[in-house]
Structures are given as structure tokens and as C-alpha cells.
């Protein structure tokens, strides 16, 4: 995805095959309504994780604004679903990202983040990543670099045992 300023994404409809399992107690997944960003993670059938999300008054940095630090979980979560594609029987912990930002994102409106397929080099996994506004602009893209770990060392038993099973997506297409 090329790091151009006011670039728009030529997009399709791509069709949502399941749902990465989601947990209480994560910041960027748990769907409280201040508590957490609240993001569900759409896989679809051409192996991207994908999310829409409506931006929440509470995150914003500058008034009117999302913070970068948000948008930052908004990436560290949506890039670790490949993870989970990728790595099934791990888990996997975030070593390094990179974020350009390139076009504010405002409150109040549906985005969509999009982690692409990506690369694993034995326990390395690297992630590519972008932000779509309305209007389809990237706004933001990023890249992170993960390392798999136990499950054990970072999931509970509990979201052991959901993350074996799959949820039932949110919704059944997502355009990007
Ligand atoms: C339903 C439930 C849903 C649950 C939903 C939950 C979703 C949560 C998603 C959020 C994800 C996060 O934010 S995770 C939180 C932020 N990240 C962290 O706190 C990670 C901190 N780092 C660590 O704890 C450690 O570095 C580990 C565990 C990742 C790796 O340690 P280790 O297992 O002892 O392995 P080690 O030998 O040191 O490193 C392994 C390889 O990684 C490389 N490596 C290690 N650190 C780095 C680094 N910063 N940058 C580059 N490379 C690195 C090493 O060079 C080595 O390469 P080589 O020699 O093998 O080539």
C-alpha cells in the first residue's frame, strides 16, 4: 500500500468466512462501551482480517480527532488476527510496528482496517496493514512484526479453549 498522501484504495466487496474469537479482558477487543475499542476481527476467504468500526468520541486526541495512540491499537490488534491464522496452535506477541500517518481520522465515523495475508519466517510474522476512511483514503498504514509464543504464556484458559472454536462474524461482506 503506497504511503502517498490522499491516495483512495480501489476496492471490492470481499466476502467474511468467520470471526476471530474476541476477550473480555483485551483493550482492543473487549466491547464495553467506554471501557475498550471493541474491535471484531472478520477473516475472509482470500485471507485478509478485516474490521469495520464506527470511532468512538472517547478516543480522540485533538477534538474531533482520533488519537494516534488508538489508532495504534486499532493496528496492533487487527495485524495480530493474521497471527492467528498463521500460527494456530501459538500465540503471538507484538515485537515491532511502524505507523505512518497520513490523514487525520475524525470521531464519530466508520472506518475500516485491513491486515493483508502475510509472511512467517519460523516464529516471525510480519504484517502489512491500512486504514480506509469513508470516502475510501488510506489514511494510515502500518507494518508490525510479531514472534509466537506458548498460548500458554498469554491467553487464559478460557480464551483457550474459545479460540478454538469459531464466532459467528458480525457481518458477511466487508469492502476494502
Ligand atoms: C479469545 C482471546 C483473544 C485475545 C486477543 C488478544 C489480542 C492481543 C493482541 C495484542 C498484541 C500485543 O500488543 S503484545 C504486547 C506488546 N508486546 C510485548 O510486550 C512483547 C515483549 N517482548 C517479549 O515478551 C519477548 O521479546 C518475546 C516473548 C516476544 C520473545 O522472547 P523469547 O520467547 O524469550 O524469544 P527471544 O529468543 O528473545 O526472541 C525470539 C526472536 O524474536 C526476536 N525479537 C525479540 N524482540 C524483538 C524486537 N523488539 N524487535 C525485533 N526482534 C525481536 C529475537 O531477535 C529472536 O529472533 P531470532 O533469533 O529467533 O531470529
Redesign the pocket.
Known amino acids: 500500500m503506497s504511503a502517498e498522501r490522499n491516495v483512495k484504495a480501489e476496492t471490492k466487496e470481499h466476502t467474511v468466512t468467520g470471526q ?4 473480555e479482558t ?1 483493550f ?2 473487549n466491547g464495553g462501551p467506554n471501557e475498550g475499542v471493541g474491535l471484531r476481527l472478520a477473516v475472509t476467504d482470500d485471507g485478509y482480517v478485516a474490521c469495520r468500526y464506527f470511532t468512538k468520541e472517547c478516543h480522540q486526541g485533538f477534538p474531533g480527532f482520533v488519537h494516534g495512540g488508538i489508532i495504534a491499537s486499532y493496528f ?2 487487527v495485524l ?1 488476527g493474521q497471527t492467528v491464522i498463521l500460527a494456530p496452535e501459538a500465540s ?5 510496528m511502524n505507523i505512518r500517518y497520513l490523514s487525520a481520522v475524525k470521531t464519530g465515523q466508520e472506518i475500516r482496517v485491513i491486515a493483508k495475508p502475510a509472511k512467517v519466517e ?3 510474522i510480519y504484517v502489512e496493514g491500512f486504514l480506509l476512511l469513508p470516502d475510501d483514503t488510506v489514511a494510515v498504514t502500518a507494518k508490525a ?3 509466537t ?1 506458548k498460548k500458554s ?1 498469554t ?1 487464559t484458559e478460557h ?1 483457550n479453549e ?2 478454538k472454536h469459531g464466532e459467528e462474524p458480525a457481518y458477511r461482506t466487508i469492502r476494502f
Open positions: 476471530i474469537p474476541w476477550s483485551c482492543g477487543c496492533d490488534e495480530w503471538a506477541m507484538t515485537v515491532e519460523g516464529r516471525h512484526h510479531y514472534i509464543v504464556n491467553l480464551e474459545r479460540m
